[in-house]
Nanobody, 125 residues
Framework: QVQLVESGGGLVQAGGSLRLSCAAS????????MGWFRRAPGKEREFVAV????????NYAGSVKGRFTISRDNAKNTVYLQMNSLKPEDTAVYYC??????????????????WGQGTQVTVSS
């Protein structure tokens, strides 16, 4: 059974930084693409970033490009989201996700088959 556990959320002032972590278990981590999504209050869940299972490709939502960086440590079965220059509109619950199968890659909800419970990020103005 796949388990994804996020950590690192919290309250930060605008312009600050946070690093989210997601520890994965129950899957061959090194052949799964990993992604981050978020859901802001009153809004639909939206794609944030994805990292190809090989580590050779990334994709970011336009709203976070240049500010957020996704990375992974296969030795620790962990994916990270470094968030810099945070804005109040980044306030959301952030979810880690694993691709729907090995060697898969995409940015849509349907590209992911396992989800974490989420971690709250709040950016004050």
């Amino acid at each position: 059974q796949v388990q994804l556990v996020e950590s690192g959320g919290g309250l930060v002032q605008a312009g600050g930084s946070l690093r989210l972590s997601c520890a994965a278990s129950g899957l061959a981590f090194n052949i799964y693409s990993m992604g981050w999504f978020r859901r802001a209050p009153g809004k639909e869940r939206e794609f944030v970033a994805v990292l190809h299972w090989s580590g050779g490709a990334t994709n970011y939502a336009g709203s976070v490009k240049g500010r957020f960086t996704i990375s992974r440590d296969n030795a620790k079965n962990t994916v990270y989201l470094q968030m810099n220059s945070l804005k109040p509109e980044d306030t959301a619950v952030y979810y880690c996700a694993a691709s729907v199968g090995p060697y898969r890659y995409g940015t849509s909800d349907q590209s992911f088959g396992s989800w974490g419970q989420g971690t709250q990020v709040t950016v004050s103005s």
